[in-house]
């Protein structure tokens, strides 16, 4: 047996900035708009809800942006995160292929998450803020964020996607223990929530209803801000120092990867270990696929609209051109919950819109199968949503396996299941299946979409 | 603020050989015996619970043991493990101490238990053998051993302690998402797990009940074997690694320590990382203290009787000196289950008997309030047996803030609380109170040591 190989990088390869794509862009990216007026928003317009720092990043075209030095500090308990070369998972694939993963579980919330929550919470803290909102599905970005504010010592209020507050007490118990507020949504604490409420009295929420109440929440107070762990430009900035050391760790292994795979919900985790990647494709004119994985239940980027749309369903936050499955869309109650929202990040949406980015659907069944496969080869036991990039990798390593190709795939194995053995514990009692999505409910919400933008 | 800093070796220090500080006893250790013949036991008695490279480990009075190289290439997946500096800590508790905590979370089970798991799963391998069986308290040592036997090939069963199989039906999941079978102990499957049932049919278990099963499983089958996840000489000596490595990560820090301290169940993971320093200690007459900690519900170390006494409790294991509550002892059910132990490490009750490592005990909430402080500041939320160390240090590094002196003080983080959410529930809930044993159970079980010996 030859064994799997760690590629870890000194702390002097901690990257100093992050990348951004909106510099290398092939064509610009439709303006975001103010929901009322409908014209493109300014800074000021962001600047109840978000810190003045953050804004000038999620508009900012620069290509390189500087990561400040306390943020780095605390990067450093954890990064640079390994990559490993799966060679236990090659031999029980009997693949070709060679399969690499970088590893963000290493993070103490078990994540790539922090990756944002750390620079959010410090710009939120450099500027006065004392209280952050916040929403969560998995609970992945919640406890992260979670952990942000014992760093830099600021009340968190995270509003629980109400399928996952059911599903996993333990993320929740974890948030409150390192001091945050945890509050199932929908909730009686917002108009937003009440009246998802009054209309769906079992509404098991959503990331688009969660979002809706902590911008709520944020706006009334102004010592409050409000933070996302997705979607937005400067959070798929942050998650760049996944693949600007994955680039480093690629020469360390003396091979680059033929294809990059990361899963999606609101994209963050794949663009961090994408886009330095595709920058070095666009330059340099490489055939290097890119590979984004959602859920068949959840499927964004692959039956969705490209349009105009609201980031949440009680349509407070601006209008952002994105795949979109209509934002009254309310997905079903699959364990992957980190994947469960209705957008997409607008720079995937346009590089996906542009084909420099391959979207692909799996179901829930065989990404919990692919999971367990890698976890008997690997030793490390994916979450949920990780499973699906697992799902990809496997699945293109068959692939050469049949045709005798020996490609390079690398994936972003974003965090670990220790908080979702519930649901491998359903997954081997026979208790899951391939959940899918309600057609009509679906067509209403994409019909549903704001015209007139 | 300055921040918590890490101290990472590289992968070229990861030692190639254990400490075996049977080569540096000041006085001998008192045989191992026999249980009928109550006569010294020989390697041939051991042959049908352990594989015979493990048997030489158990009597080896060499002082470096070499690390094989399938074991070097399995622990570099997360090896060497870091160190850090708590600053965050040290300014939380406004103390002059430096606060040092090597991690032992970072392995894929979570804890220091793989150090020990990796090897003897390897050595069971070369010699034939096709299935181990074991014990587990938290579920700590099992899921290791479920891990290793994953890397090896090997299939495992694993008696789990009932009060834990209860706590903690996710350390279970894994073990079982794993491949491991996982048993509440004491169950029906065998002889002496019948035996107690009749007896006492609520019994929570056990890890001496725990043991006479998974022995008892081992003997019946010619192509299985037995293995511990702390108490005996090699397992101790496996966990030299995490001592040898911070012995180079405190020169990394420029400093060295006055104190060491562990928590202490079986004794593994504080001989792991106290070993090699009292080797330096007795070596170059340094003054370092070692403290080994244990809960007040189960006071093997500072209440118990120094004498020879079964390792189990249907008295299926040889007969060892050391500290021992009396093998019928049965602890409450506190948290930390992985600290349910009536005796302790032959080697660590001797060095306490000769005053070279000085024992303390903690209650449970104390521990837990101890965690959660510093999960606070570090970002890291310890195992509930961990938070016992964590208390010593706090507890030690608040009396230098009394006192003004500037102490360096290491312990061993030796696993994080990803799967004891459940306790840090019940403790916020207010739920936990500090359990008592009972006096006249212990009295009985102390007065139930088998004489003549």
Known sequence: MSDSVKYLLDE??????????????????????????????????????????V???????????????PVRDVY??????????????EQALDTPARIYYKYEGVSPAGSHKPNTAIPQAFYNKIEGVKRITTETGAGQWGSSLALAGTFFDLEIVVFMVKVSFNHKPYRRAYMETLGAECIASPSDRTQSGRAILAEHPDSTGSLGIAISEAVELAVQRDDTRYALGSVLNHVLLHQTVTGLESIEQMQMADDYPDMVIGCT??????????????????????????????????????????????????????????????????????????????????????????????????NQLECFDAGIRF??????????????????????AEKCRESGESKAILFNLCGHGHFDMQAYMD?????????????????????GLPGGC
Chains 1, 2 share one sequence.
């Open 265 to 362: 919900g609101g994209g963050s985790n794949f663009a961090g270990i994408a886009f330095p990647f595709l920058h070095q494709a666009m330059r340099d004119d490489l055939k290097t696929e890119f590979i984004a994985v959602e859920p068949s239940a959840c499927p964004t980027l692959t039956k969705g609209a490209f349009a105009y749309d609201f980031g949440d369903t009680a349509h407070l936050t601006p209008l952002v051109k994105m795949y979109t499955l209509g934002s009254t869309f309310v997905p079903p109650g699959f364990h992957a919950g980190g994947l469960r929202y209705h957008g997409m990040a607008p720079q995937i949406s346009h590089l996906a819109k542009l084909g420099l980015i391959k979207p692909r659907s799996y």
């Open 12 to 53: 002097e390869h901690l990257p100093k900035f992050w990348y951004n794509i909106n510099a290398d862009l092939p064509e610009p990216m439709a303006p975001v708009l103010h929901p009322g007026t409908k014209t493109p928003i300014t800074p000021d317009d962001l600047a109840p809800i978000f810190p003045r720092a």
């Open 55 to 69: 804004i000038e990043q999620e508009m900012s075209t620069e290509r390189e942006v500087e990561i400040p030095k």
């Open 76 to 89: 450093r308990q954890w990064r640079p995160s390994p990559m490993f070369r799966a060679r236990r998972l």
């Open 427 to 447: 997954y081997k009692d026979g208790k899951l299946d391939d959940l899918s999505y309600d057609e009509g409910e679906m067509a209403m919400a994409l019909a």
């Open 375 to 396: 976890a008997k080869a690997e030793g490390i036991l994916p979450a949920p949503e990780a499973n699906h990039a697992v799902r990809a990798a496997i699945h293109e």
